[in-house]
């Protein structure tokens, strides 16, 4: 590019809310023919709520969100958020677990009140202990796009908790425009297939990687390198910056962690989905005519 164009180019980015930290990345924007997309905080809201606590009949609600609540305390996981805010709002006093321990991708654990508390997905509980109705609703509430949070005590369980994350206004409309850009689209997360097949189904994206590990995005943007070759990345979390760094352009959300701005070439300084497809149009037309 010569420098004046890039200067153009950058510029009327930041009107749309781009702002461009490397700028062979908004040259290579023009040619990407996938984006792939972190779930929470981008494609939906990341302010997670819990809108169903469901028991068994050994327990109340208020026991379960007692026994949740108070080892999720101890966490920084925005599930973690939701649930000692829904905690809360029934005005139930929490005690502090006498151990904790987080397993990454899985839940928590912790002692509370004498009983070994587990929370978290199909992974951190005893999945035999699962009772038949809690079974089938809690798959009936993940095709409602809603995460669902098991509570173990003592290894059986006594309660689901469903959290929903709205999705955001913008997201459909911006994955629709990227298809008739002739760019494909893919949803990356450490969420449950279900879920968030769900929410993939209501922004019509089709490819969908769930149930990554942390560490495990890089690896999926690698993999889908060899097939799509110059591959975007979008995302706002911790777990994001290395796919960020190894995509051929990282796109970080303003309203993300300052660990996911650094790794990225691009910031969404609103942290609009729309503004993605904006830096499509404005590589093409920036760039289109220089070879
Ligand atoms: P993501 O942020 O994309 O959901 P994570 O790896 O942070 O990815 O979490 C993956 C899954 O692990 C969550 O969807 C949830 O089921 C479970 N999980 C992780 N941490 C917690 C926690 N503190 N409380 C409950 N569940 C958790
Ligand atoms: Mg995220």
Known sequence: ATPTSLMV?????????????????????KDVNLIAFDKTGTLTRGTPEVTEVISTDEVTSQEILFAAASVERSS?????GAILAAAKEH?????????????????????????QISVGNRKIINFENLPENLRIR?????????????????????????????????AKDAVEALARHGISTAMITGDNEKTARAVADQLGISHVIAEVLPGGKVSEIERLQEVHKTVAMVGDGI??????????????LGTGTDIAIEAGDITLVRGDVTAVVSAVILSRATFRKIR
């Open 9 to 29: 180019g950058s510029g009327m980015g930041a009107q749309r809310g781009i702002l461009i930290r490397n700028g062979e990345a908004i040259q290579t924007m």
């Open 76 to 80: 920084e996981h925005p599930l973690a």
């Open 91 to 115: 005005e139930i006093e929490l005690v502090a677990p006498t151990s904790f321990s987080a397993q990454v991708g899985k839940g928590v654990t912790g002692e509370v009140a004498g009983h």
């Open 138 to 170: 809690a798959a009936s509430l993940e095709d409602e796009a809603k995460t669902v949070v098991f509570v173990s005590r003592d290894s059986r369980v006594i309660g689901i908790l469903a959290i929903s994350d709205a999705i955001k206004d913008d």
């Open 239 to 252: 777990n994001d910056a290395p796919a960020l760094k190894q995509a051929n352009v990282g796109i970080a």
